[in-house]
């Protein structure tokens, strides 16, 4: 499940700080992951270091985007809170995937929508909160951001 704390937190790893010294390749052959990459950024994986880019060309790992780098992350790395603020509102249904297929936690610290996602369950941390609709996840997030 995918659970949400909104606002400041302690030890809240940043994403793209985080993923450019600690990524692994073998994570990006992943096919879910490739799937987040030619949604969100237009990009495959080539191999090695290389990434097709549809909009830049050939590109190392560490020009993909902040939000994509920061999902692999919340993805390769469930044991960890990671700040998904700088993940856009077109990562909002891979944060709920992620949540579908891991249990994981990570901070925000903006109102994220989920109203485009379909069937959606989101704990929020700060009130012990489980929202299974967007409506009911709206109330009670937009009392934190």
């Not at 909160?129 to 109330?139: I, N």
Request: proline share 5%; glycine share 8%; with cysteine.
């Amino acid at each position: 499940m995918l659970s949400i704390y909104f606002g400041e937190k302690d030890n809240v790893m940043h994403g793209p700080s985080w993923f450019k010294f600690n990524y692994k390749e073998e994570w990006l052959a992943d096919p879910f992951v490739g799937d987040m990459m030619a949604d969100i950024d237009k990009s495959h994986y080539k191999g090695g270091q290389l990434i097709e880019s549809d909009v830049l060309g050939p590109i190392p790992p560490e020009k993909l985007s902040g939000g994509l780098q920061t999902l692999i992350c919340i993805y390769k790395r469930p044991d960890l809170m990671f700040n998904a603020t700088s993940c856009g509102e077109n990562c909002a249904k891979w944060l709920l995937e992620i949540g579908r297929k891991e249990n994981v936690a990570v901070n925000l610290r903006y109102y994220m929508p989920f109203d485009d996602c379909g069937d959606i369950e989101v704990e929020i941390m700060n009130e012990n909160f489980k929202a299974t609709t967007a409506k009911d996840y709206m109330h009670v997030a937009l009392k934190y951001v």
